[in-house]
């Protein structure tokens, strides 16, 4: 059974681009969760998702930042017009339905130059 | 914010027992503690999780004192792979918040 995986693992943006980050959770979990590490902090919370809802967004920031689970495919976190300030790791997680543990995947490095 | 207290780093030598504590004051009766570990910029990965009772599994015990306002996690005997960033977490059983709320976590050593 495979892992959460995220792609790209490294992706460098030049500010004002774009950033795609892509998560496809493990087999059969219906859960995902964004999570962004800033370099020499923790984890802080960003958004969670079911398949096609978007159940808490208390973590997004307010501007550039979507994120979407669509009923087929990976779920995508999506930065617009980057700033060096999105320099971070983002980590992506899944769970199964009616479960709390939450399994992570390599996560994606953004350097934004 | 998180709801735990946790030593910044701790130290242990190979082969020996890590005990890491963490500090939970306001806990709640509907709350477990979760334990999560990050080695070197990868995936946190899940350890362990209870709820008052102690818990053990193939990775680690942990040990959840009566009152519930502080808890251990032990690495009977430590290795090299076991340096990481340990993340003590609390969140509730059911019907709140999915998100886990990291903290600055301890930082083990694990030294030869």
């Known amino acids: 059974n495979a892992g959460v995986m995220q792609n790209p693992r490294h992706l460098v943006r030049r500010r004002g681009q774009e950033a795609r980050l892509r998560c496809s959770p493990m087999?059969?979990?219906?859960?995902v969760y964004w999570y962004r590490q800033l370099p020499e902090e923790g984890l802080k919370f960003m958004v969670y998702?079911?398949?096609?809802?978007?159940?808490?967004e208390s973590g997004m920031p307010k501007e550039r930042f979507s994120a979407e689970f669509p009923k087929e495919g990976p779920s995508i976190l999506r930065i617009q017009q980057v700033v060096r300030g999105d320099s971070a790791a983002y980590f992506c997680?899944?769970?199964?339905?009616?479960?709390?543990?939450?399994?992570f995947g390599p996560g994606t490095r953004l350097t934004v130059t | 914010d998180a709801k735990t207290t946790q030593p910044p780093s701790m130290d242990c030598a190979e082969g020996r027992a890590a005990n890491l504590p963490c500090n939970h004051s306001?806990?709640?009766?509907?709350?477990?503690v979760y334990w999560y570990r990050q080695i070197h910029s990868q995936g946190p990965q899940y350890i362990i999780h209870?709820?008052?009772n102690n818990e053990t599994n193939e990775m680690a015990s942990l040990i959840i004192t009566e009152d519930r306002k502080s808890s251990t996690l032990i690495l009977p005997h430590a290795t090299l792979r076991d340096t990481a960033v340990y993340y003590c977490?609390?969140?509730?059983?059911?019907?709140?918040?999915?998100?886990?709320?990291f903290g600055k976590g301890t930082k083990l050593t694990v030294n030869p």
């Open positions: 997680a899944s769970s199964p339905q009616g479960s709390y543990e939450q399994y």
């Open positions: 087999k059969g979990h219906s859960h």
């Open positions: 306001t806990i709640s009766g509907n709350e477990y």
């Open positions: 977490i609390v969140r509730v059983a059911q019907g709140g918040s999915e998100k886990l709320v």
């Open positions: 998702l079911q398949k096609e809802n978007i159940i808490d």
């Open positions: 209870g709820l008052k």
